[in-house]
């Protein structure tokens, strides 16, 4: 990719878009698809919708939410994420307009080999495999938050980006979601899969920092959420605040 | 999701609010709704900090040459508009436009009320009057599909403030609370949310701006529904069109708020039989009658809950008594519906048959053609069985007072153009 890239993030909880702090604390926000058409018109780069309960629950990807959004007509790229565990949900995700897929639970699994078969399917191009992390001493830790427990990655995930079956990796640092310009930025220098396009969200809400982590040859793009939600324009003033170099020029809509 | 696709909802264990909310509510671990925290933070906020931050947010928008006005400011002949006003002129010393959309359902109270702010606070105003022609035609096609009668009262009062803005180059707006904030908890007053698009189109329009409205299928025409876009955001972008709620200020409290404009401007206030609070809405015949029915048919409570809802949250009413009040007052009949059937030329029996369709039916059951249950969260236990410690009495300041009535003459009737009160 030539350009580094803005995606906005719309937390989904119960088919409600949501404010989320920190993984615990929600306020509600809407109807995704408003959100997601709000966004397209503002010129995001990407949009990403992360339904937070579907895997949790077992209850799969959500298909209604994707044809409600299919039907805004966006032309912005869209990554789905949430209940995605096999490759038939994946291709399924796929089908209905979203452009990529964001595996989060299936990565906690012993059994990586459905991750391989998306990879298979779809192209590793389509495949962004998403890590909750904290800091711990050194070391990070990757949270699991279906049950609450943290640990560090395996050798599993590892091979995944070392054999190119996922092409970037969505670092989030959970702890400080919500929190304004609290994003960790060790998260992303000590990530230890070096050679992996990362999109860094999680307390990402002034240009200032998305400036620094975009200076960062590994980072992607920065992804932001709730802080998008405050002002008119946000995601076009967020981007005027940025060097031209590093992303899409914004737009501005007209009727005429 | 619409409230048609709840099937289980859960009820709040400090107010009255359930998850079927329109506007969506979260509920924590404890049973604590989001509005209810979010209401908590008006105890725990510096509002004399919270003050300085606003005069130093609107001092830039302060005209150096005196020859332009320095913000735009909608208003109505209810509502907040007297105690926003008294906010922005006598406190921060602001010059403002006022503007208006004429709603076309107003009483001879809201006119004189209006024209009362006027006076009192000396300021120009500008009123938007767009074509009753065209007003009754998208009400016929709103409430036909979304079951709403005032969505050109909303989209009107929504985006002429920032037509305004644009056309006289003024790019301050100043609102009064943000619904949803005060509401559902939507935001932290700290998140100091602004006016945007998508939250008009997500809640005021229930999901449709003006350009969804045109459809092959319908008679509705470009001509119609100009009016009602809001501006580009080129246009916004080049004004610098920027939107402000005082609510993230001013510790809202409206009861209060009403209460000191009576006093101060000779605001007057009416009774209606949906609801206990007298204050608001008394510049409309049908909000709180006709618009107030539907949504309870959509949605299955209705303004008496929001009422009963803030009144719980600032501890005047207990919410024993709010839900006593609100099954007092939520089944009483919508008054004024002859009046609207005449002006927007349906039969009376056509429009409930129209209404009728947009009952929810997770919250009304068909016993019988035509004969509806309710089943709604206040009597189906939801709320009885959801509240924790809220028994006790409520506090003597909860007491609403009425000065006037929406309407004093013999037949009453809508004043569609009023400009002044004799």
Redesign the interface.
Known sequence: MLKKRLVAVIVVKDGRAVQSFGYRRYLPLGRPEILASNLDRWGCDEILVLCIDRGRQGLGPDIGLLKRLASMRLSTPLIYGGGVMTAEQAALVVHHGADRVCIDFALHQDDVQPIREMAVRLGAQALIGVFPLARLGTGLQWLDHRNGVSRAFSRENIALFDQGVISEAMIIDWSHEGCAGAFDIQLVTRFPMHNVPLIAFGGISEPSQAAVLLSLPQVSAVAVGNFLNYTELAAQRFKQQLPDLLLRPTTYSRYV | ?ASS?ITEFRACSRCLYT?AHP????I?EEGIC?GCR?HEEKDSLDWNERWMRLESIVKPYRSQSGRNYDCVVPVTGGGDSYYVLHLVKNLLKLNPLLVTNNKYFNTPLGVRNLANLRTRFDCDILVQNINPDSVRKIIRSTLRKFGSIYWPCLAGQTAFPVQTAVRYEVPLVIWGAHQ?LEQ?????HA?????????R???DLM?YEADNLLSTFDSLTEGDIWQY?YP???D??SIG???IYLGNYVRWDPKAQHEQMIRDYAYQSAGFSRTFDTYDFVDCFNYMNLHDQLKLYKHGYSKVTDHACREIRHGRLTRDHGLALVLQHEQKSAEYTGMFCDWLGVQPGALQFLMDNHRNRSFWRETAPRQWEFSGPTVNGTLQLSGVGTQGKSSDRCVFKKNSALDTRENAKYITIGKGYP
């Open positions: 999701m696709d998850t506007l969506g509510l979260v924590d989001s979010v949803g559902v908890g939507m935001f932290s998140h100091e949310v602004q006016m945007t698009r998508r939250y189109r997500d809640h999901g876009r580009d955001d080129h916004l972008k069109v920027t939107g």
